[in-house]
Structure formats: C-alpha cells, structure tokens
C-alpha cells in the first residue's frame, strides 16, 4: 500500500483540505466531493463530513493510499503553565 506521511503544522486540517494539499484531488471542492462519494476513509471508517477534523496520529485512506499524519505533541511545560 502506498503511503505519504503529511506533516501537521497546527492542530487540525479539514479533512478535504488534507486532500488538496498532498495532492490527491485538484482543490477543496474535489475534495468535498470525493469525502462525498464515500471513497475516503479515516482511520479505517468510511468518513462522510468532508470538513471533519484530522489531527495528528490519524490516517486517511484513499482505495489504496494512505495518508499518516504526523505532528508534535505539546510542550507539557507550556501547558502546566496555560493552567497556572
């Protein structure tokens, strides 16, 4: 099965701006349409809200492909602080 691991840079990308952006349809209304058709799946689920929110650790598969989402977790210290 072919893979790409896409590099998450901030909390969360909609699941059909995921698409667009690693290149498997040509914008976010192609890719609105695919989640539509029900070709998309999310951690193995068939997945139909085409803005669902993918975070890191997730995968999103397409017929054979399949897209790992990676991202870095958040300083532990930085959020104690939040909370102080």
Request: proline content about 2%; some cysteine.
């Amino acid at each position: 099965m072919p893979q790409l691991d896409f590099e998450l840079d901030r909390e969360y990308v909609e699941l059909n701006q995921l698409l667009k952006l690693v290149g498997l349809c040509d914008s976010g209304g192609a890719g609105k349409a695919l989640v539509a058709s029900g070709a998309v799946t999310v951690d193995g689920a068939v997945e139909l809200r085409k803005t669902c929110k993918i975070r890191a650790g997730q995968r999103v598969g397409i017929g054979d492909f399949e897209v790992r989402v990676r991202g870095t977790a958040p300083n532990q210290d930085a959020l104690d602080q939040d909370q102080a």
